[in-house]
């Protein structure tokens, strides 16, 4: 079951702040984040693992509430190099596979 | 040249016609995937492997096929493929590692339309 997604889209001025959220209707064990580039494969960010754990890549930071059944990206004084498409995946039940979500699509503006 | 490599990069195909897209990674890792990308779906996953001769179907399987005779193999094989085939095709791998680390490493995708 795919986890939702939100927004789906957002445009970011350089130096802003964004928030990307993703939920699940079933108990997470584990969160993924992945960043999508325009024509390219979709590269890893971090693994949380712990309900309330942050993790950190540059100024992009992730929450993962396990109680709420959600993990929160958080992009923070934003770069143009932050544009692309943000997927979080999600395992269930300690698997090793993963179901994503829809995708948010990030534009970073000059 | 070590990594996740997969071919054709671009494949265009009628209906019907029986299609192959191959996956091959060096790293020897025992989890390999099959995803599928769709504006507004995102990543789903048709088919899974743990190991060698291991496969299981993931939430797209309907009209695909998997084998895995070799580690380092996961062909994904569309048997009379449709027009709602038409899609762009991800493999990915991971080594499982410790629990919840299973992080995957993307090929560079294989686009595919069906006419």
């Known amino acids: 079951q795919q986890p939702v997604q939100s927004p789906q889209a957002v445009i970011l001025r350089e130096g802003e702040d964004a928030v990307i959220n993703c939920s699940s209707s079933?108990?997470?064990?584990?969160v993924h984040w992945y960043r999508q580039k325009h024509g390219e494969a979709p590269v890893f960010l971090m693994i949380?693992?712990?309900?309330?754990e942050q993790k950190g890549h540059e100024k992009i930071s992730a929450s993962f509430n396990e109680k709420k059944q959600q993990s929160s990206l958080y992009l923070t004084a934003s770069q143009l190099s932050y544009s692309g498409t943000y997927f979080c995946?999600?395992?269930?039940?300690?698997?090793?596979?993963?179901?994503f979500g829809a995708g948010t699509t990030v534009t970073v503006r000059a | 040249d070590a990594g996740i490599t997969q071919s054709p990069r671009y494949k265009i195909t009628e209906t019907g016609r029986q299609v192959t897209l191959m996956c091959h990674q060096t790293?020897?890792?025992?989890?390999m995937f099959w995803y599928r990308q769709d504006l507004g779906h995102g990543l789903r996953l048709i088919y899974y492997?743990?190991?060698?001769?291991?496969?299981d179907k993931g939430e797209v399987p309907d009209g695909y096929v998997v084998s895995r005779s070799k580690t380092e193999n996961f062909p994904l094989t569309l048997e009379s493929a449709t027009r709602s085939q038409t899609s762009v095709y991800f493999c990915?791998?991971?080594?499982?590692?410790?629990?919840?680390?299973?992080?995957?490493?993307f090929g560079a995708g294989s686009r595919l339309t069906v006419l």
């Open positions: 790293w020897s890792h025992s989890y």
């Open positions: 995946g999600t395992d269930f039940v300690n698997d090793y596979k993963l179901s």
């Open positions: 949380l693992l712990k309900g309330g």
């Open positions: 990915a791998s991971s080594g499982g590692g410790l629990t919840g680390a299973n992080v995957l490493t």
């Open positions: 492997s743990a190991a060698a001769d291991i496969t």
């Open positions: 079933k108990a997470l064990y584990s």
